[in-house]
Each structure stands twice: as structure tokens, then as C-alpha cells.
């Protein structure tokens, strides 16, 4: 099982950047999939979550409205797109994929992860 990310990097406040994971070894058409971020000093928090069939989603109160999760089942990918990005979304971002078909807010509930990838807002 692996879980690629990509799509980090520096941007302006203000800016966009689209993550992306590939996901590799198990069924991820039956996967619920979130994405989480951890900041220097901080707890891993949940960012945004989608359920198996896309008819659910989640988004943390301090993205919501100006990030965007989505999946693609035929490419076994799921994305996360951030627009209007604050100084306070810098962190490293990790997807992680869940056996069950469901969004849980724990990161408890998702068994797979990846090594996470790099955000910076800043000037």
C-alpha cells in the first residue's frame, strides 16, 4: 500500500496551490480519503474528507469555503485544492485513505498515510 502526495511548495498569502495523492494497493473506490496538516508545534488536525461515493464531504472550519477536496476513481487520486491561502495554512499535509467507506474525523480511522508534503504561505 502506498499514498503519494504531491503538489507542495511556497506561495504568496493569497495564492493557490492543488495537492495531489496517488494511491497505490488497495480498493480505493471503496475508501473514504482525507487530507490532514500539522503544523511546527502543533497536533495533526484534520483538514478535509470525502467519502466513498463523493455524495460526502468535510472541511475544517478554517478552510472551509477556500479549500476543495475531490477525487478521481479512474486514476485512483484524490485532490485538494486551496485557494486564498493564509499564512496560518502553512504546514505539512498528508492524505490518508480509510477501509471503511465512511468520513470519521479521528485520525484513528484512516489506516494508510503518506509521508506528507511540504505547504508554505508566506511572502
Do not use: H
Request: charged letters at 15%.
Amino acid at each position: 500500500v502506498q499514498l503519494v502526495e504531491s503538489g507542495g511548495g511556497l506561495v504568496q498569502p493569497g495564492g493557490s496551490l492543488r495537492l495531489s495523492c496517488a494511491a497505490f494497493g488497495f480498493t480505493f473506490s471503496n475508501s473514504a480519503m482525507a487530507w490532514f496538516r500539522q503544523a511546527p508545534g502543533k497536533e495533526r488536525e484534520i483538514v478535509a474528507a470525502i467519502n466513498w461515493s463523493e455524495s460526502g464531504s468535510y472541511y475544517s472550519d478554517s478552510v472551509k469555503g477556500r479549500f476543495t477536496i475531490s477525487r478521481d476513481k479512474a486514476k485512483n487520486t484524490v485532490s485538494l485544492q486551496m485557494n486564498s491561502l493564509k499564512p496560518e495554512d502553512t504546514a505539512v499535509y498528508f492524505c490518508a485513505a480509510s477501509l471503511s467507506r465512511y468520513i470519521t474525523l479521528l485520525e484513528g480511522g484512516y489506516d494508510y498515510w503518506g509521508q506528507g508534503t511540504q505547504v508554505t504561505v508566506s511572502t
